[in-house]
């Protein structure tokens, strides 16, 4: 298993940027996903954004195109999200999580989440 810990949430505006972090420690791997989701009060966890850990490949949920940006730096570990242009609406708890095969079902693991909140 691995242990995922988020950093960088907390209250921003909307119309600016928020940078998440999430490092890695524990079970090593080097292949499959590690991404993000959220929750918002009320509703279903929902996919963010994605990165392949090996070759660096991203993709995201069309609510977040082109205003966030996901990315990784393997020597750290650590992943990141970089989340510009907020709207109200991107307020929730988001996830750090990793998935070994790349599929989200299964083996994966969850960080304990970090609060989003972005004021109009």
């Known amino acids: 298993q691995v242990q995922l810990v988020e950093s960088g949430g907390g209250l921003g505006q909307a119309g600016g940027s928020l940078r998440l972090s999430c490092v890695a420690s524990?079970?090593?791997?080097?292949?499959?996903?590690m991404g993000w989701f959220r929750q918002a009060p009320g509703k279903e966890r929902q996919f963010v954004a994605a990165?392949?850990?090996?070759?660096?490949?991203?993709y995201y949920a069309d609510s977040v195109k082109d205003r966030f940006t996901i990315s990784r730096d393997k020597a750290k570990n650590t992943m990141y999200l970089q989340m510009n242009s907020l709207k109200p609406e991107d307020t929730a708890v988001y996830y750090c999580?990793?998935?070994?095969?790349?599929?989200?079902?299964?083996?994966?693991?969850w960080g304990q989440g970090t609060q989003v909140t972005v004021s109009s």
């Open positions: 524990g079970r090593t791997f080097s292949s499959g996903d």
């Open positions: 999580v990793v998935s070994y095969d790349g599929t989200w079902r299964g083996d994966v693991d």
């Open positions: 990165i392949t850990w090996s070759s660096g490949s991203a």
